[in-house]
């Protein structure tokens, strides 16, 4: 049996209900929706990368805090060692510890770089989203008399989890920045101990966050309701 030409009329039927066949389409969004959009998804990258940091941090800030209590310990025996009539009393430095103290100190450094500059972003996105609600309030006037960009969610509650995300990992950066700066000068072992514990779990990112940021997620579409 021959094929069917285009020009055939069982051919050009098929082709019209074809073509008649219209697929669906996700409905477009709004500037300001696709901004909101882009914005949580950014939040939720930011996060990850700052956990992965967080915990890369950590596993150097342990390795500063056993390295500076071994070179502790060994200056003591080494104190201890010594004749008290000995002509000198200088302390021996350890070299191939203080280079390995130095490394460690210099690679935690870079990783507060690192959750700086995430820091910064989080900042940027907080400001971004302050913009939109700006001019949401320009093109809609009052809050009630406009309609929500997604589900639930006025305009200005994304701003309101934006800064509230921000400012808390903001006070962790600070809290991390300071704990660069003393934990390879303790001498203390409990003290080390807390910076430790303190850069891990993290006091100022609130408990909350995960679920703001899971809220934001859902509200956008992002995931499934």
């Not at 001019?135 to 309101?160: I, K, M």
């Amino acid at each position: 049996m021959p094929g069917l030409s285009s020009s055939h009329p069982l051919s050009i039927s098929v082709r019209a209900q074809t073509l008649g066949v219209v697929t669906p389409r996700k409905p477009v969004l709004s500037v300001s929706a696709r901004k909101i959009k882009d914005n949580a998804a950014d939040w939720h990258n930011l996060i990850l990368k700052w956990d992965s940091l967080n915990d890369a941090g950590f596993a150097t800030a342990n390795a500063i805090a056993n390295l500076k209590m071994s070179l502790l310990n060994k200056e003591k025996i080494e104190l201890k060692s010594n004749s008290p009539t000995s002509d000198t009393n200088e302390e021996k430095p350890y070299p191939e510890y203080n280079k390995e103290l130095e490394v460690l100190c210099e690679e935690l450094h870079a990783t507060l770089d690192g959750l700086t500059k995430i820091q910064t972003k989080m900042e940027k996105l907080t400001s971004t989203t302050k913009g939109v609600c700006d001019l949401e309030n320009y093109h809609h006037g009052e809050e009630s008399q406009r309609p929500h960009l997604f589900h639930t969610w006025p305009t200005a509650h994304f701003y309101a989890v934006s800064r509230r995300l921000s400012d808390s990992y903001g006070k962790e950066l600070l809290l991390k920045r300071t704990i660069v700066e003393e934990l390879a000068h303790s001498e203390d072992h409990d003290l080390a101990l807390s910076y430790l514990s303190m850069w891990l779990h993290q006091p100022y990112v609130e408990s909350t966050s995960p679920l703001l940021l899971e809220g934001m997620l859902l509200e956008t579409g992002h995931r499934a309701l």
